[in-house]
C-alpha cells in the first residue's frame, strides 16, 4: 500500500481529492496533515475519518520539527500540497501570513521529501501565477511557458513557490510537478469565495456584491475534473513539468450571480455593484492541450451539471456552512464588505 501526503486536506480542493483517492485508489493511504484555520473544517473530513486508510494531523506545514516526525513515522512516497492561505482578498489586507505559509510552508515539505527520499512532490498551484488576461483577446489563453506575472499578494506567494518547486528540481534533482488549476466549484467551498457566498447571500435574501462592473471572466472547472488530472500528473505526469488544469468554461462573475439568482428563484435586485478589488484581474483563461495531450486528461462535468449538482449539495448540507458562517466569518464578512461599499 502506498503512503500519500496530503496537505490542505481540510479545505475544499484537498477535501474533494482525500474522497477521491479513498473512492478510486484502493492500494493508497492517506496522511493529511493541515493547521485547521479558518478555511479548514475537520467536519469536511468526517467520512473519511472512519476509513481505516485515512489518517488526520492537527499540524503546520511550517512547522519543520513536526512535519519531519510525519516524514520519519508515515514515510510517504508521494505528496501533495494543497495547503496555502488561498483567498485573494485577505492577502490585499494581509500579506505576511501568504508569504510564510505559500512560501515556506513549501519549502519545509520539499526539505522533507528529500531528507526521507519521497518519489513525487506534486505542488498544487494555480492559474493565477500568469496574471491575467485582457478582456477584448478571446484567442489569448495562458499556456505553460508564459512568464509569471503575478498581481496580487496571494498569487505573487503562489509563483514565488512554483519557482523554489522547480529550483529545487533542478538544484537537488528532487522529483516535482506543478498543476496550476483554474477557479474550481462544487461542495465544501468555503463561503468566501463567489459561488458559496452569492447562493448563501441569495437564499438569505441579503445583497450580492459584485465588485466593479461584474465584467471579470473566471474559467470555471468542477473540483473532481481537478482531482482526476492531479492523480493522473502523479501517476503519469513527467518529472520537473508544469501541468495546466482547465476545461475552457470562461464566465463573468455578473453571469455566475445571475445564474444563482435563477437557481433559487431571486430578484436580480439584490445584486449590490460594489468598490473592485485592488489590481483585480481581469480576465482567466487556461489552454489545457498539454495535459490533454500527454495525459490525456478531458473535464468530465459540464458546467451546467456541476453548478446545480454544487448548488444542490449547499441546499442539502446546510450545516456544514451555517457552523462556519455563524462563527469568526461574521466579522471577516463585517470587515470586508462594509468598507467596500
Ligand atoms: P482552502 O482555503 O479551502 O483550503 C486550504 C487548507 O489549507 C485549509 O484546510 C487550511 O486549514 C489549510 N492550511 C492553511 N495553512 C496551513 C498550514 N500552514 N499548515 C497546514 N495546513 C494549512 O483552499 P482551496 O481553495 O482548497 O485551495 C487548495 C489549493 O489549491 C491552494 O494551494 C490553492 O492555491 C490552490 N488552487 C485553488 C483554486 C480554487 O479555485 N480554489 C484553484 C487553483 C488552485
Ligand atoms: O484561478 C484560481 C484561483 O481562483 C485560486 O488560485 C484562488 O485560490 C481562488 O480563490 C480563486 O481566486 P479568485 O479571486 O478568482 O476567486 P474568488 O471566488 O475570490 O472571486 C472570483 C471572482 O468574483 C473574482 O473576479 C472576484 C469576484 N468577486 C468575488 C467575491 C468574493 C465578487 O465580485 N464579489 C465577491 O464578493
Redesign the pocket.
Known sequence: MKTMLV??????????FVYHVLKEYPDRRIVC?????????LS?LDTALKNERFVFIH?????RDAMREVFAEYRPEVVV???????VDRSIVDPGLFL???II?TQVLMDCCREFGAERFH??????VYGDLPLDRPDMFFTEDLPLKASSP?SAS?ASADLLVLAYHRTYGLPVTI???????GP???PE?LIPLMFINALEDKPLPVYGKGENVRDW?Y?ED?CRAICMILDRGRSGEVYN?GGHNEMRNIDIVRMICDYLGKPYSLIEFVKDRKGHDLRYAIDPAKIKRELGWTPETKFADGIVKTLDWYLANRKWWEDIVSGEYKEYYKKMYEVNK
Open positions: 496537505t490542505g486536506g481540510a479545505g475544499f480542493i484537498g477535501g474533494n496533515v493541515d493547521s485547521l484555520t479558518y478555511a479548514g473544517n469536511t499540524k503546520d506545514i511550517r512547522d500540497n494543497f495547503a496555502a492561505e488561498s483567498h510564510s505559509t505559500n510552508g505542488q498544487v498551484s494555480t492559474d493565477e496571494y503562489k498543476s496550476r488549476c483554474s477557479n474550481n466549484y465544501y467551498q468555503f469565495k472547472l473540483v481537478h488544469v
